[in-house]
């Protein structure tokens, strides 16, 4: 086999994984009614309701080889202060807006996800995402959590963090 020949078929072996592993990446919501249902999403946004148990947020990220088990640590930067549910794989700072998850977890379909709720202390603002997989930060995503009507229909596929915070 020729050199240029060898070379395409490392590409041909590599390049499906960082395909996979740069641009499928991505943040998500979903809405349930009061029984539990989901009535909206997973819908691929960033822009996060502060409806207390009825919104819930997530993220998930591509992880490139065989389908394994992984070191996951995912650390979740809120605004400002709220509450959290702690247990064994998960600590909170002092000010009480940051935490920090690991545990093992098994990638299915070369993936990884994680779903968080909103709880009835969470703050508006921006909330910021570190994906780390096996030592090494594998993704980041900031969400915008924003108050709105619980009573008002909403969209999500409507909805965008620029109209709402300077940052953005």
């Known amino acids: 086999m020729s050199k240029a020949a060898r070379i395409l078929a490392c590409l041909m072996l590599v390049l499906p994984n960082l395909a996979l592993a740069q641009?499928?990446?991505?943040?998500?919501?979903y809405i349930t009614d009061e029984a539990g249902?989901?009535?909206?999403?997973?819908e691929r946004t960033n822009v996060v309701p502060l409806w207390p148990v009825r919104s819930c947020f997530g993220w998930s990220v591509a992880v490139p080889g065989p389908d394994r088990?992984?070191?996951?640590?995912?650390v979740q930067q809120l605004s400002g202060k709220t509450r959290f549910?702690?247990?064994p794989d998960i600590t909170v700072n002092e000010n009480s807006d940051t935490t920090t998850r690991r545990v093992k977890d098994f990638t299915r379909d070369g993936r990884l996800e994680g779903i968080w709720c909103v709880n009835d202390a969470d703050p508006p603002g921006m909330y910021k995402y570190m994906i780390h997989i096996d030592g090494k930060l594998r993704a980041e995503f900031t969400y915008c959590a924003i108050r709105f009507p619980a009573d008002k229909p909403l969209d999500l596929k409507t909805l965008a963090c620029k109209n709402y915070f300077e940052s953005s």
């Open 37 to 42: 249902n989901v009535v909206q999403g997973p």
């Open 85 to 87: 549910d702690v247990g």
């Open 23 to 29: 641009g499928a990446n991505y943040p998500f919501v």
């Open 69 to 74: 088990q992984v070191d996951l640590m995912e």
